[in-house]
């Protein structure tokens, strides 16, 4: 690791960005323009956020499945939204073992099509509602500008594809998803984003609705981190998704899809880090905990590592790493640390061997004033206050953070300055005329209207007319 001081945020923030994630070895450049490799830490970081979100889509009566990777063209261009939507960032396969391929085959950039097809095949009956399944996969889009983990060519993630017998029920879904996304993002990766829906311009092609949750990323940047859609019957008509009701009448079905992906590590990089480095969120973090052993000597050193190891022992249930490097001072370890963003460092000398304690660091509290010393006794229970300690203090902090740079401008000059470097939350006529004006002079876009309204009626911060939401706006990843 080079000793080389990381980027300021405040003075470049895109170039922080990017070293603190070579740095810390999260990801590095693939040979491929636009892709990326996804290293072992940067993994692990990944596998948590798997398994939290995979619980809680268990818990609702959603199963996994897996689909193929490639998709008939033909599939695409049946629902005439969707493949407008897709079709500049499409990858086509047309030769295949030596020879031209009859009919020209899509990498997939999301599945609705080829989901849809097999429903088509599995749904007979009202018996067989709702179907509820997801799958972790690779997607790829060929995009033009691309960022680690924000916007790759090629990136993971999972899609959730679900047909019901009523709007009603598929609207149900579209929103406990939301829910569900949101709960995540504020309770385990302690971004405090906002739930909303998508205006009929920023929608996912295809879709009846879109809802999101937006979060604000360290720079006042909007970051869209999951979104889940209300795709009405335009799939299920495409695909012939259709079901005998209990009158023996056939209906087509309504169906939802809904997704998260890897872009949340960068939005855990962006929301937390610091000047130091990544700042990682306990409940996530592939190391929660590190200890350092301190000593001089070997007459120290065998004092010290048996104590380690008990301390070891005693913390099984948390995700622990010892660091002894031998090679390496323990300020060089220190620093290490803090760059990949683990939360808790224990330090154990020969001295907290003698006190029969440890000297615990915060990572999201710099110097002696993250510094505490945990009794050997109850250590576990003191390490698990800790971490939930900082897991909390990472949420308010970019809680506070967001809500100082939200403002509400009443007019078009007020919310064109506003946006250069925060949020507006501003009324809104609900015309694209302007929307698109506001994004072709200020390059904002309404992120999201939130669910909850403040009520009333205001004049729209573009043209005056009289508006009845209000609605977020802001320059985005």
Same mark, same amino acid.
């Given at each position: 690791?080079?000793?080389?001081?990381?980027?300021?945020?405040?003075?470049?923030?895109? +170039?922080?960005?990017?070293?603190?994630? #070579?740095?810390?070895?999260?990801?590095?450049?693939?040979?491929?323009?636009?892709?990326?490799?996804?290293? &072992?830490?940067?993994?692990?970081?990944?596998?948590?956020?798997?398994?939290?979100?995979?619980?809680?889509?268990?818990?609702?009566?959603?199963?996994?499945?897996?689909?193929?990777?490639?998709?008939?063209?033909?599939?695409?261009?049946?629902?005439?939204?969707?493949?407008?939507?897709?079709?500049?960032?499409?990858?086509?396969?047309?030769?295949?073992?030596?020879?031209?391929?009859?009919?020209?085959?899509?990498?997939?950039?999301?599945?609705?099509?080829?989901?849809?097809?097999? =429903?088509?095949?599995?749904?007979?009956?009202?018996?067989?509602?709702?179907?509820?399944?997801?799958?972790?996969?690779?997607?790829?889009?060929?995009?033009?500008?691309?960022?680690?983990?924000?916007?790759?060519?090629?990136?993971?993630?999972?899609?959730?594809?679900?047909? $019901?017998?009523?709007?009603?029920?598929?609207?149900?879904?579209?929103?406990?998803?939301?829910?569900?996304?949101?709960?995540?993002?504020?309770?385990?990766?302690?971004?405090?984003?906002?739930?909303?829906?998508?205006?009929?311009?920023?929608?996912?092609?295809?879709?009846?609705?879109? =809802?999101?949750?937006?979060?604000?990323?360290?720079?006042?940047?909007?970051? *869209?981190?999951?979104?889940?859609?209300?795709?009405?019957?335009?799939?299920?008509?495409?695909?012939?998704?259709?079901?005998?009701?209990?009158?023996? *009448?056939?209906?087509?079905?309504?169906?939802?899809?809904?997704?998260?992906?890897?872009?949340?590590?960068?939005?855990?990089?962006?929301?937390?880090?610091?000047? *130091?480095?990544? #700042?990682?969120?306990?409940?996530?973090?592939?190391?929660?905990?590190?200890?350092?052993?301190?000593?001089?000597?070997?007459?120290?050193?065998?004092?010290?590592? &048996?104590?380690?190891?008990?301390?070891? *022992?005693?913390?099984?249930?948390?995700?622990?790493?010892?660091?002894?490097?031998? +090679?390496?001072?323990?300020?060089?370890?220190?620093?290490?640390?803090?760059?990949?963003?683990?939360?808790?460092?224990?330090?154990?000398?020969?001295?907290?061997?003698?006190?029969?304690?440890?000297?615990?660091?915060?990572?999201?509290?710099?110097?002696?004033?993250?510094?505490?010393?945990?009794?050997?006794?109850?250590?576990?229970?003191?390490?698990?206050?800790?971490?939930?300690?900082?897991?909390?203090?990472?949420? +308010?902090?970019?809680?506070?953070?967001?809500?100082?740079?939200? $403002?509400?401008?009443?007019?078009?000059?007020?919310?064109?300055?506003?946006?250069?470097?925060?949020?507006?939350?501003?009324?809104?006529?609900?015309?694209?005329?302007?929307?698109?004006?506001?994004?072709?002079?200020?390059?904002?876009?309404?992120?999201?209207?939130?669910?909850?309204?403040?009520?009333?009626?205001?004049?729209?911060?573009?043209?005056?007319? &009289?508006?009845?939401?209000?609605?977020?706006?802001?320059?985005?990843?």
């Amino acid at each position: 690791m080079s000793e080389e001081k990381l980027p300021k945020r405040s003075e470049n923030f895109s +170039e922080w960005y990017n070293q603190v994630i #070579l740095r810390a070895e999260m990801a590095d450049y693939s040979p491929v323009r636009g892709c990326m490799v996804v290293r &072992p830490y940067g993994w692990a970081l990944w596998e948590n956020i798997q398994k939290s979100l995979d619980a809680r889509f268990k818990a609702t009566g959603h199963v996994n499945a897996a689909f193929p990777l490639f998709i008939p063209m033909s599939f695409l261009e049946k629902e005439k939204e969707h493949v407008e939507g897709f079709s500049p960032e499409l990858a086509v396969v047309t030769h295949g073992g030596g020879q031209q391929l009859e009919e020209p085959l899509v990498v997939r950039p999301t599945s609705e099509t080829i989901i849809g097809h097999m =429903y088509a095949k599995w749904i007979k009956s009202y018996r067989d509602l709702p179907v509820l399944i997801n799958q972790w996969a690779n997607v790829v889009r060929w995009e033009m500008r691309t960022r680690l983990f924000l916007r790759t060519l090629e990136f993971y993630w999972q899609e959730g594809h679900t047909a $019901h017998a009523t709007h009603a029920e598929a609207e149900e879904e579209t929103l406990k998803i939301l829910d569900l996304y949101t709960d995540f993002a504020i309770n385990d990766a302690a971004i405090p984003v906002l739930p909303g829906q998508k205006t009929d311009k920023e929608k996912f092609a295809g879709a009846l609705r879109s =809802y999101t949750i937006e979060a604000m990323m360290g720079d006042t940047r909007a970051l *869209q981190s999951g979104t889940s859609h209300n795709l009405g019957q335009n799939f299920a008509k495409a695909f012939d998704i259709r079901y005998l009701d209990q009158t023996n *009448q056939l209906q087509h079905c309504w169906t939802t899809s809904w997704g998260v992906s890897t872009r949340l590590i960068g939005a855990i990089i962006m929301t937390h880090g610091d000047d *130091q480095g990544l #700042l990682l969120p306990p409940k996530l973090a592939p190391i929660q905990v590190v200890i350092v052993p301190i000593y001089r000597n070997d007459e120290q050193r065998a004092l010290v590592m &048996p104590y380690v190891e008990q301390v070891r *022992q005693q913390l099984s249930a948390f995700r622990v790493q010892v660091d002894d490097r031998q +090679e390496l001072t323990p300020g060089f370890k220190y620093n290490d640390w803090e760059l990949r963003g683990v939360p808790l460092r224990l330090e154990i000398g020969s001295k907290d061997v003698e006190k029969h304690s440890v000297m615990a660091a915060r990572r999201d509290i710099p110097g002696k004033e993250g510094k505490t010393i945990l009794p050997m006794d109850n250590i576990a229970t003191g390490v698990g206050d800790l971490l939930q300690t900082i897991q909390d203090a990472l949420l +308010e902090r970019a809680r506070v953070f967001r809500d100082a740079n939200i $403002h509400q401008p009443n007019d078009y000059l007020a919310l064109q300055e506003v946006v250069q470097n925060g949020w507006a939350f501003s009324w809104w006529c609900g015309s694209r005329e302007c929307e698109d004006k506001i994004q072709e002079e200020t390059k904002a876009t309404i992120r999201c209207v939130p669910l909850e309204q403040p009520g009333g009626e205001g004049q729209c911060v573009c043209c005056g007319k &009289p508006a009845s939401k209000k609605a977020y706006f802001a320059r985005a990843y």
